[in-house]
């Protein structure tokens, strides 16, 4: 069974997105700041140079890019007309059906604009590339000033009707939409088992993807997804429009128009410190999935005990100055941890 997702947009899932429009680039609320849910920031970067640029023309807006980097080198993803615009994996799951190469940005958007009227383009894109490193005051003309105490990694993403599956980041993340429009389903992360999530090890961009085109899903091959499609939350944004992205909210976007751009925002509110849970997650799959049931179940106990149920409790019976690993992790800590975990591993 498959289907348009505008039919499931207007037949099944309203927009359950909360909307604020009362939110400035130079004062971002703690509220919206650690939300648990996604929030749509109506206008919240329409004053940008950038987005007024776009809303004037395609042209208009790559000449505007140009000045910041014309010449710049780049990292470009190209696929061909059949892709429609959505990345994915090859047939065989050892690749995938795109190219990457180093390029010039400009030779980019002369390609975007050379394409915009082409019914049947080649799929264009440039992926998370940094604003500081590639384009040197871009990011001081259009910033979002209440971000700056969180000293966010902030990169362009620009191309073409592109979609992108459905993924997580583990950062928390505002996505500014700067030109055309752009759609965004998004999924909590209890879905995950709804989702039909590929390969860990091989990614297209580093994050694990959802296997399913939330544009026609095929829901004989992933019927749980109509699971995940009930507790989806879409929106489409317009230039000018922002949208929070909780930490671990997988999300799934497509570019509607022929020439697309969004700038992001990525934070973690965990300390410097602290390593990618997924490192974790890997050293689980490794040491702890393939054990004996009762032998993971009983890991699962000191998981929730020592993890994910810890309180100020869990280790108060032991004196401070012996609670070790079980004390709050400082840097010096980690860095100690870190080369505990070094040496068991090289072994």
């Not at 429609?84 to 065989?92: I, L, S």
């Not at 317009?238 to 969004?262: K, R, T, Y």
Request: contains cysteine; aromatic residues 8%; proline residues 8%.
């Amino acid at each position: 069974m498959g289907g348009c997702m505008s039919e499931h947009l207007s037949g099944h899932l309203p927009e359950r997105v909360q909307v604020r429009s009362d939110v400035r680039a130079d004062a971002l609320p703690t509220d919206l700041l650690h939300s648990t849910q996604p929030v749509l920031l109506r206008g919240l970067v329409r004053h940008w140079p950038l987005v007024q640029a776009a809303l004037q023309s395609d042209r208009a807006f790559c000449d505007y890019l140009r000045g910041f980097g014309g010449n710049a080198k780049v990292g470009l993803w190209h696929g061909a007309p059949d892709i429609a615009g959505r990345f994915f994996y090859n047939t065989a799951f050892n690749g995938f059906n795109y190219q990457r190469e180093i390029g010039n940005f400009g030779t980019l958007l002369d390609a975007l604009l050379a394409h915009a009227q082409n019914p049947t383009p080649p799929a264009l894109y440039l992926g998370s590339t940094e604003l500081d490193g590639s384009f040197p005051g871009l990011r001081q003309a259009n910033d979002l000033e209440g971000l700056r105490a969180q000293d966010p990694l902030v990169s362009l993403w620009l191309g073409n009707r592109t979609r992108v599956a459905a993924h997580f980041d583990v950062p928390d993340n505002i996505v500014c939409v700067v030109a055309g429009r752009r759609r965004f389903t998004l999924f909590p992360p209890e879905q995950v088992s709804n989702l039909y999530v590929g390969p860990l090890d091989l990614t297209p961009a580093g994050q694990p993807i959802s296997l399913v085109d939330v544009a026609h899903p095929d829901l004989a091959r992933f019927p749980r997804f109509a699971q995940a499609l009930a507790q989806a939350q879409t929106v489409e944004l317009m230039p000018g429009d922002a949208l929070f992205i909780p930490s671990l909210w997988w999300h799934a976007v497509e570019a509607l128009e022929p020439v697309s751009a969004l700038v992001n925002f990525w934070w973690r509110q965990s300390p410097a410190h602290m390593d990618s849970p997924m490192n974790t997650l890997m050293l689980a799959l490794m040491t702890l999935r393939d054990l004996p049931p009762a032998q993971r179940q009983a890991w699962q106990a000191l998981f929730d005990h020592y993890i994910f149920a810890a309180d100020a409790q869990t280790a108060a019976h032991i004196p401070p100055e012996a609670q070790g690993v079980l004390a709050p992790i400082t840097p010096d800590r980690a860095r100690h941890l870190r080369s505990v975990l070094l040496n068991r591993l090289n072994r």
